[in-house]
C-alpha cells in the first residue's frame, strides 16, 4: 500500500488545499494532520501524531496491563500513565489539583458451581446460562419460584405499554425478551422502529424487574436483537462484576438474581410449559403481554462481596475568557481483566475497546495543550475524563455525573470516544442516535473540510447511543454526542484492507484477541479526531449552549432553539 499524504484536521480553521490521492498505509511511522487558524493573526500547527497514538494504544493494551479490570494492578499502572501523560501535557488535576476522582465500587463474585434448574431441566452454567447477584449476602439460594414470561419487561406509559400490568411480581422470576417491540416489528410504528430506545437495554430490564418487586429476572438472548454473540455473554457477565456503592435501603430493592439464558435453552424451557417461545415472541411485539410458564426455578451459588475505590482520571485545560464552562471528552479507561479459569490467552487486552479511545483523548489534549503554550487558549474549560467500569455499567460516567468535579449546569457538551476506527479513511462519518441535538452540527461543520457527510449507524437496533459513557451526561441534559468512523471506504484499496481486517478482528469484540495489530491502518482514525477536535474547538470558542431537539428524550432538560 502507498504511503499517505498528511490528512487535514481543522478546528475553526480554513479548508485544506491537499485532498487525499493516495492508498491507505498502515506502515508509515507518523501521520501529521495540519491546519491554519482562521482566528487569529498568529498561525500555528496542529499535528495529530500517528506514531505516538500508536504507541498509547500498544502500552494500555499490552499484556503487562493484564487487561485493565479496575480495582487491580492493571488499573493501577494505567492511572500512573494517564495522569502523567496529562501532566507532561501541562493539563492541571480537576479535582482540587488531583487528578483522579475516587468511584466507590463492590465486586461481587459468583461461584463458578451453580445449581441451576428450571422446571425439570437442568441448565449448565456458562454453557445454557450466566447468572450473577449483586447482593453481600453470602450467595443465592431459591427454590420453588414461579417463573412468569414478561415480553420485553417494559413500563412505557407513553407508548402506552405495561407488560407487568396487572401481575404481582413478588417471589417471581421475570423472563425477558431482549431488545423491543420496535426490533421485531420495525414496521408497525411501536417504540422507535428499527433503533433501539432505552427501553431495550439490559439494563433497564434489570431495573425495571426490581422495581415491579420480582425475585430475579433472565433475559433470552438473541444474537441479532442483543446485537452481540452468546460468547460476549459469557465473557463479561462471569468473573467478578462490579457496581458503585448505593444505599443499603436501595440495594435491598435490587432483584436478587439477573442473567442471560440462551434462545436454545429457553426454548426448551417453554417447551415443556407447552409453550411456543417463537409464537410468544410474535405476541409480546404486537402488545404487552404476560403469562407464568407454570414452572419453577431452583437456583442456588455462592457470591462474595469486596469493596475498593476505582478511579476516574480528570484533567481539565483551563479556558482563557469563561473558565467556568466545561466542554467535556470521555474515553473509559477500563476493559474486562483477566480470567485465569481460561485456557491459553487469559488476557481481555482491550485494544481496540478502549485503549484506542483512550489514547484518542490524550492525543486531542495533547493538540489544545501545544496551542494553549502557543498563544492561542480556548475561551472555555475543555476537560478530559478517563472513566472507569464502562463495561460494567458506565459505571464512572454515571458516578461523575452524579457527583460532579464542575457543575452539570456548566457543562456545555460531552464528545465521547469508545473504540475508534481501525479500517481506514471512510467517505461518511457515523453520529450513533444522529439527530438528537444540536452538538451535531459542529461536527457536520467540521466534516466539510474532509469532504465527509455525516450519518446514522448502520445498525441503530444495537442500541450504541445507550452503551456508552456519554449517555449518563445525557440522561442528566448534557448534549452528548457518540461518533467516529464510517461505512464506505475512501477507495479500493482502503475497501480491500477492511474486509481483510475485519476477518482478523471477527469475533473479538469483548474477546482475548482484541489485541493491539501492527497492520492496523489508523488514517482514518486520525481523520475522526481532528474532527472531534475541530468541533469542540469552535465550540470551545463560542458562546453556544447546544440543546436535545424536540421528540428526544432529553428535550425538557436543555431544549434545542433551532429545529433539525
Known amino acids: 500500500m502507498g504511503k499517505l499524504p498528511p490528512v487535514c484536521a481543522l478546528a475553526l480553521l480554513s479548508a485544506c488545499s491537499q485532498q487525499p490521492t493516495d492508498t491507505p498505509s498502515s506502515s508509515q511511522s507518523a501521520s501529521e494532520l495540519t491546519a491554519e487558524s482562521s482566528t487569529h493573526l498568529a498561525r500555528s500547527q496542529v499535528q495529530f501524531d500517528e506514531a505516538r497514538f500508536r504507541q498509547d494504544i500498544k ?189 443499603k435501603t436501595e440495594q435491598d430493592k435490587h432483584i436478587q438474581v439477573e442473567g442471560w439464558i440462551t434462545q436454545d435453552m429457553a426454548t426448551k424451557v417453554f417447551e415443556k410449559s407447552g409453550l411456543s417461545l417463537s409464537k410468544l415472541m410474535q405476541r409480546a ?43 467535556l471528552f470521555t474515553a473509559h479507561w477500563d476493559h474486562i481483566g483477566k480470567d485465569e479459569s481460561k485456557v491459553g490467552d487469559q488476557i481481555y487486552n482491550g485494544a481496540v ?40 455499567g458506565l459505571l464512572g460516567s454515571r458516578f461523575y455525573a452524579a457527583n460532579p468535579i464542575y457543575p452539570i449546569d456548566k457543562s456545555v457538551a460531552v464528545f465521547n470516544l469508545d473504540s475508534t476506527n481501525i479500517y481506514g479513511r471512510t467517505l461518511d462519518y457515523t453520529i450513533v442516535g444522529k439527530g438528537k441535538s444540536e452538538l451535531e452540527n459542529y461536527l457536520v461543520d467540521a466534516l466539510k473540510s474532509q469532504n465527509r457527510v455525516a450519518t446514522g449507524e448502520s445498525r441503530p437496533e444495537s442500541g450504541g447511543f445507550f452503551r456508552s459513557d456519554h449517555f449518563s451526561f445525557a440522561k442528566l441534559g448534557i448534549p452528548a454526542v457518540f461518533a467516529g468512523g464510517g461505512n464506505e471506504p475512501i477507495d479500493e484499496a482502503t475497501a480491500q484492507y477492511k474486509v481483510m481486517m475485519k476477518q482478523k478482528m471477527k469475533g473479538c469484540y469483548h474477546n482475548t484477541c482484541d489485541e493491539y495489530r501492527e497492520d492496523w491502518d489508523l488514517s482514518g482514525a486520525l481523520q475522526d479526531l481532528a474532527i472531534y477536535y475541530s468541533a469542540a474547538a469552535s465550540l470551545a470558542n463560542s458562546q453556544d449552549w447546544p440543546g436535545y431537539y424536540a421528540g428526544t428524550e432529553f428535550h425538557s432538560l436543555r431544549g434545542a432553539s433551532t429545529k433539525p
Open 59 to 247: 502500552t494500555l493494551s499490552s499484556d503487562e496491563f493484564e487487561g485493565r479490570a479496575p480495582t487491580t494492578k492493571g488499573e493501577t499502572l494505567t492511572l500512573n500513565y494517564l495522569t502523567q501523560a496529562f501532566k507532561e501535557m501541562g493539563l492541571v488535576g480537576a479535582n482540587h489539583g488531583d487528578y483522579l476522582q475516587a468511584v466507590p465500587m463492590v465486586t461481587y463474585t459468583a461461584s463458578e458451581q451453580q445449581t441451576i434448574r428450571l422446571g425439570d431441566l437442568a441448565l449448565e452454567h456458562r454453557q445454557d446460562i450466566v447468572l450473577g447477584s449483586r447482593h453481600d449476602n453470602g450467595g443465592v439460594d431459591i427454590t420453588n419460584a414461579p417463573l412468569v414470561f414478561v415480553g420485553y419487561g417494559i413500563n412505557a406509559p407513553e407508548y402506552d405499554w405495561n407488560d407487568y400490568q396487572d401481575i404481582d411480581m413478588h417471589g417471581k422470576v421475570a423472563v425477558i425478551l431482549v431488545n423491543d417491540p420496535g426490533f421485531a416489528l420495525p414496521e408497525s410504528g411501536k417504540f422507535n422502529g428499527k433503533a433501539m430506545t432505552y427501553y431495550g437495554r439490559w439494563d433497564y430490564k434489570f431495573a425495571q424487574a426490581s422495581k415491579q418487586g420480582a425475585l430475579g429476572a433472565i433475559i433470552i438472548h438473541q444474537t441479532a436483537a442483543a446485537s452481540y454473540p452468546w460468547s460476549v455473554v459469557e465473557n463479561s457477565w462471569t468473573g467478578p462484576q462490579q457496581d458503585l456503592v448505593i444505599d
Open 285 to 327: 411485539a404486537s402488545g404487552p403481554m404476560n403469562i407464568p410458564l407454570k414452572q419453577t426455578a431452583k437456583i442456588q451459588f455462592a457470591n462474595s462481596a469486596s469493596y475498593a475505590n476505582s478511579y476516574n482520571v480528570v484533567a481539565t485545560l483551563p479556558g482563557k475568557d469563561h473558565p467556568d464552562e466545561q466542554v
Open 353 to 392: 475497546d478502549n485503549a484506542s479511545g483512550t489514547a484518542g483523548i490524550l492525543e486531542i489534549a495533547r493538540q489544545f495543550a501545544n496551542q494553549a503554550k502557543l498563544g492561542l487558549p480556548l475561551s472555555r474549560s475543555v476537560t478530559f475524563i478517563a472513566t472507569t467500569g464502562e463495561e460494567q
